[in-house]
């Protein structure tokens, strides 16, 4: 069973940049799509960005411009960065797993990590 | 961008009923269309993709269907642990996009 954990600082500054972790255990990050997805608070979902394990991103229009998606496979885990935020920017930020197998739907998720944009 | 639309954005039912949610794609999807419940403070899980394959664990009174643009999620026999919030998503193509949310009380 695989299983998600996002870290990262939860307080950041308006204009800096919001960095965010998420470790991949119980499974092999290769063959899948590693997506991260933001909530902000009592919100609908958006999708930000995905990699893949050979380092292929695509990301969302809206947030291209501010974006860096990573991946390290020899340690199982894949990074967000965010430029330039602002309050918009505060969300519970979650890294999510989906594959070709289910219709690329997030099967897996991690338990998601509020980050505040405040100065 | 896909829109996706969803309705009703909340609805209050009994324990036993049968409860309908509906989500609209702006343009064909296929069958591109997964729907996830979220319960507060807690990250979705996934229900059903695919529009109506069930996800390996989740009860089967859960039940999609819909293909093209119009899609339903079906819960038969509602539990009180059924209350959340559902979300239908498309994965049709990028940017992903996700439903407004179905609130449901009972």
């Known amino acids: 069973q695989v299983q998600l954990q996002e870290s990262g600082a939860g307080l950041v500054k308006p204009s800096e940049t919001l960095s965010l972790t998420c470790a991949v255990s119980?499974?092999?990050?290769?063959?899948?799509?590693w997506s991260w997805i933001r909530q902000p608070p009592g919100k609908g979902l958006e999708w930000i960005g995905y990699i893949n394990y050979s380092g292929r991103t695509n990301y969302n229009p809206s947030l291209k411009s501010r974006v860096t998606v990573s991946v390290d496979t020899s340690k199982d885990q894949f990074s967000l960065k965010l430029s330039s935020v602002t309050a918009a920017d505060t969300a519970v930020y979650y890294c999510?797993?989906?594959?070709?197998?289910?219709?690329?739907?997030?099967?897996?998720w991690g338990q998601g990590t509020l980050v505040t944009v405040s100065s | 961008d896909i829109h996706m639309t969803q309705s009703p954005s909340s609805l209050s039912a009994s324990v036993g009923d049968t409860v309908t949610i509906t989500c609209r794609a702006s343009?064909?999807?296929?069958?591109?269309l997964n729907w996830y419940q979220q319960k507060p403070g807690k990250a979705p899980k996934l229900l059903i993709y695919a529009a109506s394959s069930l996800q390996s664990g989740v009860p089967s009174r859960f039940s999609g269907s819909g293909s093209g643009t119009d899609f339903t999620l079906t819960i038969s026999s509602l539990q009180p642990e059924d209350i959340a919030t559902y979300y239908c998503q498309q994965s049709f193509i990028t940017p992903r996009t996700f439903g407004q949310g179905t609130k449901v009380e009972i």
């Open positions: 343009q064909t999807i296929s069958n591109y």
């Open positions: 119980g499974g092999s990050i290769s063959s899948y799509y």
């Open positions: 999510a797993r989906s594959s070709v197998v289910l219709r690329r739907a997030f099967d897996s």
